[in-house]
C-alpha cells in the first residue's frame, strides 16, 4: 500500500467535525492525527479517518502489544460517538444576560457544514416545550429534502414507515421552512435525506426560540 496525505479539504472537514479533539479520550488542547481505521494509508474517504491524540495513536495502531490495542470497530464506535455530540446543538449562555437582551437570543443555535452521503440522512434532534419557536434554513451544493417531525415519527421512518412530518420540502438546494410551532413537550427533528448517488456537502442554520408574545398573550 502507498501512503499518500490526507487531501486538505477532507482533513478539514474530518478535524473541524471532530473539534480538533481525540475522539477517544476528548481531551482539548492536545495534539491530535488522523488515523485510518482500516489500515489502508491511500483510503482517505472522512468515515475512515478518526481523529486521535498522540497519547491513543499507538493504542489504536497496535504498537503497544496485545490486549490493549483499541480494535477497528471500537475507534469507528468512538468517532461517529464524538461527532454525534460534536454536532449536537450548543445552549446559548445567558447566565449574565439581562431579561430584554434574553429575548432576542435564540434558546438553542446550530450553525453548521457538514457532509451527508449518499443515500443518506442526519437529523438535529431538539427538545421543546408547547409554543416554542424551530427556525430553519439550510443551502446544499445539490438536492436534498428536508422535513420537521417527531423523533417518534422520525424513527418510524427509519424503520420504513411513511414520514409524518409538519414541515418540509422536497428536491431543494437552498430552503427556509416557516418557523415551526411545538404543538406540545417533547422531542423534534430536523432530518435532512440525500437521495443522490454522491454525497452532498450542507450548511444548516437552526435555532429554537421562547414563544412569541402574541402566542403568550394567546395562552
Not at 7 to 22: E, F, Q, S
Not at 41 to 57: G, I, T, Y
Not at 78 to 86: A, H, P, Q, T, V
Request: glycine letters at 4%; proline letters at 4%; a negative charge.
Amino acid at each position: 500500500m502507498s501512503r499518500q496525505s490526507v487531501p486538505d479539504n477532507i482533513a478539514v472537514k474530518v478535524l473541524a467535525a471532530n473539534r480538533h479533539t481525540c475522539c477517544i479520550c476528548r481531551e482539548s488542547g492536545k495534539h491530535v492525527q488522523l488515523h485510518h481505521i482500516d489500515g489502508n494509508p491511500s483510503n482517505n474517504v472522512p468515515q475512515n479517518l478518526a481523529v486521535v491524540c498522540l497519547d491513543h495513536h499507538s493504542r489504536v495502531t497496535g504498537d503497544e502489544g496485545l490486549g490493549r490495542r483499541f480494535t477497528p470497530q471500537e475507534v469507528r464506535e468512538y468517532k461517529l460517538e464524538w461527532e454525534r455530540i460534536c454536532a449536537q446543538p450548543s445552549v446559548a449562555a445567558d447566565d449574565d444576560e439581562e431579561e430584554d437582551d434574553e429575548a432576542d437570543e435564540p434558546l438553542v443555535s446550530v450553525h453548521q457544514s457538514r457532509l451527508i452521503w449518499a443515500k443518506d440522512e442526519y437529523a438535529y434532534t431538539f427538545d421543546m416545550e408547547a409554543q416554542q419557536e424551530l427556525v430553519c434554513s439550510i443551502s446544499a451544493d445539490d438536492y436534498v429534502d428536508i422535513s420537521i417531525c417527531t423523533a417518534r415519527d422520525y424513527r418510524k421512518w427509519l424503520d420504513g414507515e411513511e414520514l409524518m412530518q409538519y414541515e418540509g420540502e422536497e428536491d431543494v438546494r437552498e430552503c427556509e421552512l416557516p418557523t415551526f410551532v411545538a404543538p406540545r413537550d417533547g422531542k423534534y427533528v430536523v432530518a435532512i435525506m440525500n437521495d443522490n448517488d454522491e454525497g452532498v456537502d450542507v450548511t444548516v442554520d437552526l435555532s429554537m426560540w421562547a414563544p412569541s408574545e402574541d402566542e403568550e398573550e394567546n395562552d
